[in-house]
DNA sequence: TTAATTAGTTCGTGTTATATTTTATATATA
DNA sequence: TATATATAAAATATAACACGAACTAATTAA
């Protein structure tokens, strides 16, 4: 029963987070400025920044004179103070990245599995991989480890069922922990791109973030005021299955017209199938260039789905009125296209139009958006605890 | 940018707050059995009821002994520390409650208006019945007034847009500040239904609760570990028009097939008028009476709307993966068949049945639910501000 | 040079949660 | 009945903390 009390020691930890969530938010700033965003006294800024400061995360990045007085002394993240591990698990494998509090990769990992691979042959790969990895860097600067999996995740980091990877009840976190000793998080696919778009990503001044992992299924992951919404289950956002035509087509789920029967990629590829009238799987690459080249097959085809996107997708930002609203995943790289068609509708189509307005905006990080987030789970505490 | 800081102010309030939040869901209990759900020390816990006690909103309820040691004091809320008054505003009118912090209503006041009514009348005659009420208590234990309105609220207080009533940018909360000196509130009709089941109704020890008002519309009010989920515009959660039917009935908002085109008040109502063969508008009492004495027409139109309830309901349940559901508004009167149906699908079509098992209950508070909660808006501020 | 201006630090103060000690009130047992 | 034991709550001492005021630092303008 998680009731929200006041310790001691969770103050200084709250400053310390609100001074770096600044930081990072307002690229290099003054003490001064972030005393004014934070609405904390210059005093206990310079505290904050000190014991910051000697824990190696921040630095100071040079002086900005502007008028008469003292001249601003910036201050910046370190990148280099700590690396972290991501990696992110589906059907066709896992990639792994190790990477620097800027998201700058310094290696990373691929592996590559047939379907019919067991979870535990994948978990000891990645394993054995992270492992390598991880030499590559001090034991002191190894900050934590995040896995990310389309499913629904126990807080203990059980997968308790990830349909498209066939896995039920599997042990992820505890036998990963045993692996590579260190924080070690298990979170959701989605869940871990809005952790990724709101910490590295194109939501960094998100107060509400809807992050979409558009792919065979679709997945939801909601940052508020810099907090992973979390269900009382662990099941994050299921937005996949929110029905959305009740006549529609067979979900895999056994429903009718859910969100992800109508407009994943799976679904996409389906119409492709229909309209060129081929029974071979056509795949996305394809579909793409298709369409970049105005072929009316493949027009078609994203249209259809286009449009089941965006009624899905308008009916989230009723339901949680976000400021931002991130796509990832492969049916993100229809770029700029798709976004600005689903910007269009979602800020048509709400409840009040004029009164509010949403960005929607494209991953910037490709297919390696939820191993970023995963990594970055250990972010928090790592700043927070560490020297 | 409300960046989450320290502040010593802010600790001690938090203390009291948990504090409260044990006494209100564990009802009379000791001071050791407070410190042991917070998991703060028993010295704080006693500081922090010796300031609850000097503001009069605890009191002992005699002790208790079991076993060998000091019998336990048992603390309880005073229910006559303060009085809220808590009005809700719908298309008939409006109720106004004054009522203990038990919820038990001293008095109440109704207000009747045709649809006609301009909302500087509504709100007039509001302000005059509130003074009314508020003269019966003393000016220090007057708590605070909350208004709920089902439409989309401003954090000012200014009603930006409410369809049913046909207001639009009424600068409510301002009026009403002017009319009545002291805390006031404005709030979604849905999002006090919330608080009221969450403070005084059968959600007390949820954790995350989503609260639906079904009436005319279909309104949507979620508290995640007592803290009301509030959009970035100010909506909170418009479930109403999430599309279920993507070739459904046209919606009174210009698209097809919103949850509450197809499964609100409005949508039973002209089912029953079709099945039943008649141009006259049918009167719920008419239909519930009807259903109740298993007339085919009324079955018909029931099961109708109950399906795409059970549709909205359970996608709300896989975004939000909530605790407990209650359910209020009119449409709850069909009460114990309703909500059992409801429970049954919900937790049946879940993404992992089994799994998680979600409480679906219906409001003990009528057509007052809102009302209670708009009230219960005062709540914390007062008992953390006050003496 | 000197005044003005702005940034950042130091230090004293009051508030707070916590740990420790003390007091209060019961049961069990010889 | 006296004594030991167990438990709850209060009192007291302590250390951490944010804050505000005074102070120092580093620049421009005159």
Same mark, same amino acid.
């Given at each position: 029963? =998680?009731?929200?009390?006041?310790?001691?020691?969770?103050?200084?930890?709250?400053?310390?987070?609100?001074?770096?969530?600044?930081?990072?938010?307002? +690229?290099?700033?003054?003490?001064?400025?972030?005393?004014?965003?934070?609405?904390?006294?210059?005093?206990?800024?310079?505290?904050?920044?000190?014991?910051?400061?000697?824990?190696?995360?921040?630095?100071?990045?040079?002086?900005?004179?502007? $008028? =008469?007085?003292?001249?601003?002394?910036?201050?910046?993240?370190? =990148?280099?103070?700590?690396?972290?591990?991501?990696?992110?698990?589906?059907?066709?494998?896992?990639?792994?990245?190790?990477?620097?509090?800027?998201?700058?990769?310094?290696?990373?990992?691929?592996?590559?599995?047939?379907?019919?691979?067991? =979870?535990?042959?994948?978990?000891?790969?990645?394993?054995?991989?992270?492992?390598?990895?991880?030499?590559?860097?001090?034991?002191?600067?190894?900050?934590?480890? $995040?896995?990310?999996?389309?499913?629904?995740?126990?807080?203990? +980091?059980?997968?308790?069922?990830?349909?498209?990877?066939?896995?039920?009840?599997?042990?992820?976190?505890?036998?990963?922990?045993?692996?590579?000793? $260190?924080?070690?998080? !298990?979170?959701?696919?989605?869940?871990?791109?809005?952790?990724?778009?709101?910490?590295?990503?194109?939501?960094?001044?998100?107060?509400?973030?809807?992050?979409?992992?558009?792919?065979?299924?679709?997945?939801? +992951?909601?940052?508020?005021?810099?907090?992973?919404?979390?269900?009382?289950?662990?099941?994050?956002?299921?937005?996949?299955?929110?029905?959305?035509?009740?006549?529609?087509?067979?979900?895999?789920?056994?429903?009718? +017209?859910?969100?992800?029967?109508?407009?994943?990629?799976?679904?996409?590829?389906?119409?492709?199938?229909?309209?060129?009238?081929?029974?071979?799987?056509? $795949?996305?690459?394809?579909?793409?260039?298709?369409?970049?080249?105005?072929?009316?097959?493949?027009?078609?085809?994203?249209?259809?789905?286009?449009?089941?996107?965006?009624?899905?997708?308008?009916?989230?930002?009723?339901?949680?009125?976000?400021?931002?609203?991130?796509?990832?995943?492969?049916?993100?790289?229809?770029?700029?296209?798709?976004?600005?068609?689903?910007?269009?509708?979602?800020?048509?189509?709400?409840?009040?139009?004029?009164?509010?307005?949403?960005?929607?905006?494209?991953?910037?990080?490709?297919?390696?958006?939820?191993?970023?987030?995963?990594?970055?789970?250990?972010?928090?505490?790592? !700043?927070?605890?560490?020297?």
């Amino acid at each position: 029963m =998680p009731i929200p009390v006041a310790r001691h020691s969770l103050m200084r930890e709250m400053n310390e987070m609100a001074v770096m969530t600044v930081v990072r938010q307002h +690229g290099p700033v003054s003490r001064r400025r972030i005393a004014e965003v934070t609405g904390l006294t210059k005093s206990t800024v310079t505290v904050a920044v000190q014991r910051l400061f000697s824990k190696d995360v921040l630095m100071e990045l040079g002086s900005v004179t502007a $008028g =008469p007085g003292r001249p601003e002394r910036l201050l910046g993240l370190n =990148p280099d103070a700590g690396y972290l591990l991501g990696a992110s698990i589906d059907v066709a494998g896992f990639q792994l990245l190790l990477f620097d509090l800027e998201a700058r990769v310094l290696d990373q990992k691929r592996g590559v599995f047939d379907a019919k691979a067991s =979870p535990n042959e994948v978990l000891e790969a990645l394993a054995q991989a992270a492992r390598l990895l991880r030499q590559q860097i001090s034991a002191r600067k190894y900050w934590g480890f $995040g896995v990310s999996i389309p499913g629904i995740i126990a807080p203990s +980091g059980t997968v308790i069922h990830a349909p498209n990877l066939k896995w039920k009840e599997v042990e992820a976190g505890e036998y990963l922990r045993r692996q590579l000793p $260190g924080p070690l998080y !298990v979170v959701n696919d989605a869940a871990a791109g809005a952790i990724a778009e709101y910490y590295f990503g194109n939501a960094l001044t998100s107060e509400f973030l809807l992050y979409l992992s558009l792919g065979m299924g679709i997945g939801g +992951g909601v940052m508020m005021g810099g907090n992973l919404l979390v269900g009382i289950h662990g099941a994050g956002t299921e937005v996949g299955h929110m029905v959305i035509d009740d006549n529609g087509p067979y979900c895999r789920c056994g429903r009718q +017209g859910c969100f992800e029967a109508v407009a994943s990629l799976r679904a996409l590829t389906e119409r492709a199938m229909r309209t060129r009238d081929v029974r071979d799987w056509v $795949g996305l690459d394809h579909i793409i260039e298709a369409f970049n080249q105005d072929e009316p097959w493949a027009r078609q085809a994203l249209e259809e789905t286009l449009h089941y996107l965006q009624q899905g997708i308008t009916n989230l930002a009723n339901i949680f009125d976000p400021d931002t609203i991130v796509l990832g995943g492969p049916l993100s790289r229809f770029g700029e296209y798709l976004r600005a068609q689903i910007e269009r509708r979602v800020n048509q189509d709400m409840m009040i139009a004029g009164h509010r307005s949403i960005a929607v905006r494209l991953t910037r990080f490709n297919e390696f958006t939820s191993a970023f987030g995963a990594g970055a789970m250990a972010l928090n505490t790592a !700043v927070t605890t560490r020297a």
